[in-house]
Structure formats: structure tokens, C-alpha cells
């Protein structure tokens, strides 16, 4: 057989230089091993040229590539595309990136991160699965599911912080490499995840996607809870309050202060307690007016409420006209209109049983409504049990109060009474005992003289003294309530005027002296020996008296 190779250089005259075997090779008699030659046979003979070798697909021999039907993105965390997966039929896959609208199969370089990697940022329960077909069918289901390239045996353990503080759930295919992957995932994610959690394919689907095969979206989604039924409650329900160092949750918000310190902040409850006529009422008023977030005389409580979240209060205690009255005092300490998100309601003509229903359907309906729930005032809180004395009643009604509290992320303050004629300031019953143990801050009341003092009986942060709690009393020309300062500021502003009368005696006669005149003088005038004239000096300077450059003391 003439080599086309040689013809075309003038030589293989003969027409006898290639010889063309059974098995499909060929060979030039005049030039066998040059390679350059034979590439010019194969491009002058195309028919000639050998058929392609077989490839490795999912690390086993595979015939030729078929054509693509689908291909996988896969996506960083912002989107952007990093490769993509191509999935050939007869089944096989490669990994690969497009160059411009060129494909180049290789992924060297290139990072590799989970499948569906934006939807896993933003989800608190992820379930893997074995590959990218099934997280497509679990994802068409509103379910955020992912995988890793390469199938079974390929997760890689760097991607754990990915999955930190999420509910996994693990669904692998229904063989042993799929079971095994299951288990090399689960260790990998252990102290990273939230939660891990398994659910078995059963026989014969092989995997989550031939198990759902041909069911409506609701029949599949009737399956998938079918499945999420091997997981035990109780794993669910231990699993998302395990402590985790490496996770640790925001830190708690302040919803309410007195001055300074914080006594409300989301999931605890909170409580008001005093004798009757003690001022509550006008305390639970200045808790709305502080919620506003403006200026006012709010009796020393702050607060804010910028993103507009549902205030509720439900007062089961006064008539129509003492409610109106206590919530429009609120708004007027502030100067404001009624906003949208103050819910106020009287509830004394509702029968005791209802008052928790209707905590409840409230609590679902404001945050539905404005997007959260600021806080919760019940004035008062022993009308929502029929006996406050009946200690499985106060219990279970101090357990739903709690919570109601974690659930729908907020505080709820508890205004109650103390015990009439107690003099020990104790609240009434088992209800409010058991209140007072779960409570993050006891708020009492106390008057005496037409003042009242607020300050903390029992609390886990904010430790209040009598001397240094807020004071309010009744003003007759405002019509409400009025901050009169803190025991602890009058005694500042009292010390202040006695020193200064001091100062003002020392300093008549003569306008500086030394050290020793002026403790001498210091012990004239107030009838003290040397140590008490020392420590007074010390309150002396620097405000009412200063040491000048020469070393003389003068009056400030």
C-alpha cells in the first residue's frame, strides 16, 4: 500500500512502503520510528488514526465521552463562578471552567468549595448529600442541600467552618461507599456543626433522588418528612442547646436600663413588685415612654426602639378610663403621638383562662405585623393565674411566660404586688416566688413621704442600692410623676454645700496659706482632731480648694 507520506516527498514509487495491520495500526517500511512521519500519514490519512484511549471517570475505565446533559456551577461565596461539573450520558462526569466560552477540563488552581456554597452562608439547616443531582432535587423542594465534586470519599475536611453553628443533616446514597462517605463527613464536621444528624434511603431507591422520582412536590415533600422521622426528637431538641465554645451567641441586647444599668434583655423575664399605690402603674407608663427612644422625664428608665419592633402591654387591673389615662401620660412625658407599634390593651373584663390565649395570638400577630417584638408589660401578672397560692398553676404559668420570652426573643415584665402587710417586701404566693427565682432583675418599689424608690431586690447583673435608685413623686402641675434624683445625689449635693461653706470661713481672713494653717483652720471651724481635719481637706481638693504654684493653698 503506497505511504502518502513518501508520495508527497517524491519517493514510494513502488506504492508498497505502508503496511496497514488487523489490528488497525500502521507502519511506514522506510521510516517506522519517526514519529513527525507518521503524524503526516495520520493527517494525509485521517481514517488511519488510532482511536481514542479510554478516560477515567469517577476513577474507573469508561468508554467515550456521550454527550453533556448537565453541568453543576459550582459558586463562591459571593456567586461567582469558580468551575462547573459536567455530567455526560452514558453516565460519567468531569470537572472543569470555561475560558471565555472555551472549556478546559482541569480544576488545577482553581479553589474548591461545597456545591451550592451561597445558599449554605445564609441557611441554619444544611443537609449533604452524595451528589449534585440530588442536591438540585432536594434545593426544587425549597430545601438547601449541597455535595462536594467527585462523589463519594472526596469531602474535604477544610470546608468544616463552613457548616459552623448549622443543623446538618447527612443523606448519602444507599450502598456502603455512600454509607461510609456519611461517616467521613459526620467526623470531619464534629465540634464545627451545630447539629449532625442521619437519614437512611430505603431499599430499593438508590438515592435521595430515585426516591423521590415521580411524586408531585407535595408527595415528595410528604417523603421527606417521612425520612427527618428517624431522627429523634429529643437529639433535635438537646442538639440545638449544646453549648459550643466556638459558637457563642450574640451578645445580649439591653431592652431596658435604670440610669445605667441594663435589668431587661431578650428571653428573661423581668419584675415590678411593690405595695399598692406605690407609683407601678406610673413606672410601667415610663417603660413606654423610654421605649420611644426620645427625651423625657422617663422616672430613670431607658430604652429605644429604632427598628420599630411591637411593644405590648396588657393591663388586667384598671378601668377604661385609668388606662387611657396611664398610656396617654406615657406619650405625654415624651411629647409624641401614639406610634404605630405601641399595643396597649385593658383586659379586666377578660376572664382569666383567656389572658394567656390572648398573650399568645397577640405575641404571633405583632410580629407578624411589625417584624419582631420589643417587649412585653403585663400590669398585672398574678390576673393571669386563678390562684397565685397554687403552686403546679404559678409554676406552669412562670414556665409559658419564660418561654414565650426565648421564643419570641424579647422580655416580658411582670408587675405584681408584694404580700399586704408584709414587712419583708415579699411577693404573693407561690407565683411570685417562683417569679423571683426566674427573673433576671426584681424590680422594687418603695414609698415613703410621697417618694418612691426604685431599686433591685434580686438580680443577676443589675445590682441597684436603695441610696442610688431612681426617685419619683406625684407633681401636681404636670399632672404626673416626676423624677426627684437619687437619695445618693441628694447627699452629694448636700456634702457639696457643707464644703463649701467651709471654704468660703477658711478663706475669709486670708486668701492662701500652708498646709498646716489650713488643717489647723479645718479643725477650728468643724470641731474635729487632726485625722478628721485631714480627710476633709482631701474633700476640699480640688473642687472647693486648690494648691497653687508657690505650694500655698486657696479657695477654688
Known sequence: ?????????????????????????????????????????????????PPPPP???????SRALGSVIAEYPYLDETGKELFRVRRYDPKDFRQGHYDGEKWIESIKGIRRVPYRMPQISAADTVWIVEGEKDADTLAALDIVATCNAGGAGKWDPSWSHHFAGKQVILCGDNDEPGRKHVEQIAATLEGAAKAIRRVSIPSPAK????????????????????????????DEVLDARRFDLANPPPPAR???CVG???IATPGNLCVIAAQPKAGKSALVGAFIAAATGMAGDTLGIASGNPDGCALIHFDTEQSPADHHAIV????????????????????????????????????????????????????????????????????????????????????????????????????????????????????????????????????????????????????EQSGMHVSCGTLMAE???????????????IFTSKAAMRYSELKQEVMRIRHVKEGAAEKTIKKLVP???????MGMYEKA
Open 1 to 49: 500500500m503506497p505511504c502518502p507520506a513518501c508520495r508527497e516527498n517524491g519517493s514510494d514509487k513502488s506504492g508498497e512502503h505502508l503496511a496497514v495491520f488487523p489490528s488497525g495500526k500502521f507502519a511506514c517500511a522506510v521510516h517506522p520510528r519517526d514519529k513527525a512521519h507518521n503524524r503526516r500519514i495520520i493527517e494525509l490519512r485521517p481514517e488511519l488514526a
Open 55 to 61: 478516560f477515567i471517570g469517577n476513577g474507573h475505565k
Open 207 to 234: 438515592d435521595i433522588s430515585d426516591h423521590l422520582a415521580g411524586l408531585s412536590d407535595s408527595e415528595a415533600r410528604a417523603a421527606i418528612g417521612e425520612l427527618l422521622r428517624q431522627l429523634d426528637p429529643q
Open 254 to 256: 439591653a431592652i431596658y
Open 260 to 262: 445605667t444599668a441594663t
Open 328 to 475: 396617654a401620660t406615657a406619650l405625654r412625658r415624651v411629647r409624641l403621638d401614639q406610634p404605630s407599634w405601641l399595643r396597649s390593651y385593658r383586659l379586666a373584663d377578660v376572664a382569666t383562662m383567656k389572658r394567656f390565649q390572648l398573650l399568645q395570638h397577640e405575641l404571633d400577630r405583632a410580629r407578624r405585623d411589625h417584624g419582631g417584638i420589643h417587649s412585653v408589660l403585663l400590669d398585672g401578672i398574678a390576673d393571669f393565674v386563678a390562684d397565685p397560692n397554687d403552686a403546679e398553676e404559678a409554676f406552669a404559668a412562670v414556665d409559658r411566660l419564660h418561654r414565650l420570652a426565648v421564643q419570641f426573643d424579647t422580655t416580658i415584665v411582670c408587675v405584681l404586688h408584694f404580700n399586704p402587710g408584709s414587712d419583708f417586701n415579699k411577693t404573693r404566693g407561690h407565683l411570685g416566688s417562683q417569679l423571683e427565682r426566674k427573673a433576671e432583675t426584681n424590680l422594687a418599689l418603695e414609698k415613703a413621704e410621697g417618694v418612691t424608690v426604685v431599686y433591685t431586690k434580686l438580680a443577676r447583673h443589675a445590682h441597684i442600692e436603695k441610696d442610688a435608685g431612681a426617685r419619683f413623686q406625684w407633681d
Open 491 to 505: 447627699k452629694a449635693e448636700a456634702d457639696d454645700f457643707h464644703l463649701q461653706a467651709i471654704a468660703d470661713e
Open 543 to 549: 473642687k472647693f480648694a486648690r494648691k497653687g504654684l
